[in-house]
């Protein structure tokens, strides 16, 4: 069901739910989407509208406005609204769902590298991140399947020498908008859930909670009023009640809310907040030129390509690869459509041995067929100095409440990382004929003597925000528990990257949907119990 928060009574008490969800983007519409027609009693709090789509409100995306430490200010000063979208379905409404579940290696500690490593098996999340896969339409889920991919991209890596340090490696994209926009596509089954509310226009201020604060026992809340000159103003105050509570509203504000509401589920490590992970990005970090053209398969495996699929008739069919035109437009409801590639990933071993973070290389070939730009994406360390605050002396436009301060940085270990990993990139191509090489990115100074904008082979940042909540075994290293539930809360769960431990270098969004899945499925279970 679909409610308004501007028709509610001033003051009112939304309560009786069994879960109330905070946030819908990528984590709070897979909840929504797993508890829809059950019999948990789930409210849903959107900060957009039914009608969202694209781009957000000005007025409401004014609330993440922030500031940034001067590291992040010098890589990009935009960062804080540009990677984040205040609206219904978030900001699966400015990406292109690209698709990876985590390595073996980004869930385990590396000794030498980092100590930190996911509380749970990594085996844990495949069959949830077999259900992810399916919010992205993207067939059978078999990264590891070369022979699978060799075929439907008429594609081949570059083959494998004695001692490689790198493989090929596999990627998905959703571009069509009516399904990465979560809230398109699954509006349906969300809205016509009999045990299911969405309201609208809700914004969350603070969580209040009992006075040991053990226990959330509601949330403060208001609507958004626009004003007769254009801007907006703090309109409805009300209430939201429920058994527990799900903070699902991204990496940077679900750590602002906590912060807001008295550092809540911070432990005497002072860990709230702290541990912030971006994916750094070097998109033009090097050029190489081969003697000779590079064989069209091999170029072939590192072009995206649109792939068509026909799923098979029944549960563990093979899945038949269309090549044929589609005489009638309308077939194409019978396929699955997406996009996929190949990079060039570290191997486990080579991890190991490096002491370094993971990497991806895309490889963007020119029309010569002959040279290609090297693109690196890599892990950070989970580094506690990088770290999310509020900063006091800047307040938002319509409430008037501290905005989120992000000192994000790098440290020498993300610098060593990103310098092995072009090193060992180089290294691969030249055994395969790249003679001619240059780097384009100065890697030589320390960590944050960087190449920045506007000079060829700038620094950058995903739009991944991980780690400033992370999940732990031990309420000692990290914020929240196993279950995702916050260590000294007992009814308060997060959703999302920023109970990532670690990061590897997949874009996170197939990780987060398989953590929320997993999340909605316990709450199941316990509410059972």
Not at 385 to 406: E, M, Y
Request: net charge negative; aromatic share 10%.
């Amino acid at each position: 069901m679909y409610a308004f928060a501007d028709q509610l009574d001033a003051d009112a008490v939304v309560q009786d739910f069994d879960i109330c969800i905070v946030g819908a983007g990528a984590a709070g519409i897979a909840m929504a989407q797993r508890l829809a027609n059950t019999s948990l009693r789930t409210l849903l709090l959107v900060s957009g509208q039914p009608s969202d789509r694209g781009v957000p409100d000005a007025n409401r995306q004014a609330l993440y406005q922030g500031t940034a430490g001067d590291f992040l200010q010098k890589v990009d000063p935009d960062f804080l609204r540009r990677s984040r979208l205040n609206m219904y379905g978030g900001t699966t409404n400015h990406f292109g769902f690209w698709a990876r579940p985590l390595d073996r290696a980004d869930t385990m500690p590396r000794p030498g590298y980092r100590d930190a490593g996911w509380p749970f098996d990594g085996g844990e999340l495949r069959p949830y991140y077999i259900d992810a896969h399916e919010f992205g339409h993207f067939g059978p889920f078999n990264y590891d399947d070369m022979d699978f991919w060799e075929r439907v991209l008429y594609a081949r890596c570059f083959d494998p020498l004695p001692d490689d340090k790198l493989s090929g490696a596999i990627m998905r994209a959703q571009y069509e908008e009516n399904l990465h926009d979560f809230q398109v596509q699954f509006r349906d089954q969300v809205k016509n859930a009999s045990n299911i509310t969405v309201l609208f226009n809700a914004h969350l201020l603070t969580l209040e909670t009992d006075e040991n604060q053990r226990h959330v026992t509601g949330l403060n809340c208001s609507t958004i009023e626009s004003s007769a000159a254009g801007g907006a103003r703090a309109g409805m105050p009300f209430k939201a009640r429920a058994r527990r509570y799900v903070l699902a509203c991204g990496g940077i504000e679900n750590v602002r809310l906590l912060q807001l509401s008295g550092e809540l589920g911070n432990n005497k490590r002072d860990l709230l907040g702290r541990g912030f992970m971006v994916h750094p990005l070097l998109t033009n970090a090097a050029h190489v030129r081969f003697d000779a053209p590079v064989a069209s398969d091999i170029r072939n495996f590192f072009r995206e390509q649109q792939i068509r699929l026909k799923p098979p008739p029944s549960v563990g069919g093979e899945y038949q690869h269309m090549v044929a035109p589609l005489v009638n437009p309308e077939l194409v409801f019978d396929y699955l459509m997406f996009n996929a590639w190949g990079v060039l990933a570290a191997r486990h071993q080579t991890l190991l041995e490096e002491r370094i973070g993971n990497f991806r290389i895309i490889l963007y070939f020119g029309a010569d067929a002959a040279s290609a730009v090297v693109n690196l994406n890599w892990e950070q360390t989970p580094d506690e100095d990088s770290r999310i605050t509020l900063n006091r002396d800047q307040v938002d436009p319509i409430f008037g409440q501290p905005v989120a301060h992000v000192d994000w940085r790098l440290n020498e270990t993300d610098k060593r990382s990103a310098v092995r990993a072009l090193e060992i990139t180089l290294d691969y191509l030249r055994a395969r004929g790249a003679s001619q090489q240059e780097m384009i990115t100065d890697v030589s100074g320390g960590a944050e003597e960087w190449t920045f904008l506007p000079e060829p082979g700038a620094l950058e940042t995903g739009d991944h925000h991980m780690g400033a909540l992370r999940m732990s075994a031990s309420p000692a290293d990290g914020i929240v528990d196993i279950n995702s539930r916050l260590h000294g809360v007992d009814n308060l769960y997060v959703a999302g990257s920023a109970v990532f431990p670690t990061g590897g270098y997949a874009n996170p969004t197939l990780t987060i949907v398989a953590l929320a899945l997993r999340l909605a499925d316990h709450l199941k279970a316990e509410n059972g119990r």
